[in-house]
């Protein structure tokens, strides 16, 4: 509650429609930087990095910010050994990441949703039967009032971040059916979905656009509102993790990230900004 009542401050404030003008100022707390930053791990976070690595070094072009996926598992593996600089997680560290010296560094909220084909005519879905077709239970959109075809699953692949709060919140901890089709980032789950009229997956909210469709769960549409306010329940965290405290051009980049600049970057990726 304590978390929710947080962001739906942020959003009555307006952080979430900061205009997309750059604010020069804020780069300006790269001056006289210089050096990389290697990034990896969740793909929920990419299109929010590669926002900030472009502005970045397009007025400071000493430094060098490169990006990579993965997924959550692997973003906290290779930072935890030094790899990558940056490990980017769509859930909190597991026992055995944090041992690793690992700091984590919450930036903003994403919702998780069921996405569907856009000619599928399935406007929404309960929690329960959500779960029983990824269960396996309900195998053709016929007993849920679509056409008389097989239901094609995708889902992600286990070091993702997305797939874990899925699991967790959407299905309570069910296994998942293993006919299902395994896809490795929220975007090539969304062209996935978007070439198979009988598909369903799930991924971020902020990934959810005109090329699928996100049916309602339980009578709830998932948008950013929905997720702040708590009516829509499948929602997580997304998280930098660094090994050890930050320091230097790291720093610099973690507080830019944070700063009303790198707030419209995670608004504009269709996720709710929060503070540090």
Not at 84 to 106: H, Q
Request: proline share 5%; with cysteine.
């Amino acid at each position: 509650m304590k978390l929710i009542m947080m962001l739906l401050k942020l959003v009555v404030c307006g952080i979430t429609l900061v205009p997309l003008t750059l604010h020069a100022a804020e780069l300006d707390m790269f001056n006289e930087q210089a050096g990389q930053i290697n990034i990896a791990g969740g793909t929920a976070h990419i299109p929010v990095m590669k926002q900030a690595a472009k502005a970045i070094m397009q007025q400071h072009p000493e430094i060098r910010i490169t990006i990579a996926g993965g997924g959550s598992g692997v973003g906290a593996q290779q930072v935890g050994k030094g790899l990558v600089d940056i490990g980017n997680t769509g859930r909190p560290l597991k026992t055995s990441e944090a041992a690793l010296g690992l700091i984590s560094f919450p930036f903003a909220v994403d919702g998780v949703a069921v996405i569907v084909h856009p000619n599928n005519p399935i406007q929404g879905l309960t929690k329960q039967q959500v779960a029983d077709i990824f269960a396996g239970k309900i195998t053709n959109w016929k007993t849920l009032g679509g056409a008389d075809q097989a239901i094609n699953l995708f889902t992600r692949d286990e070091a993702s971040g997305t797939r874990s709060v899925f699991m967790k919140k959407m299905l309570d901890q069910l296994q998942m059916d293993n006919r299902a089709n395994v896809v490795t980032s929220n975007g090539a789950m969304k062209t996935a979905i978007a070439r198979d009229v009988n598909a369903i997956g799930y991924s971020s909210v902020g990934y959810i656009d005109a090329t699928v469709k996100a049916p309602m769960l339980d009578n709830v549409k998932p948008t950013n509102a929905a997720c702040a306010s708590g009516e829509y329940p499948v929602v997580r965290q997304l998280y930098m993790n660094t090994k050890g405290e930050p320091q230097g051009l790291l720093k610099t980049y973690i507080d830019f990230i944070y700063s009303p600049q790198g707030a419209k970057y995670i608004s504009a990726a269709g996720y709710i900004p929060t503070n540090r």
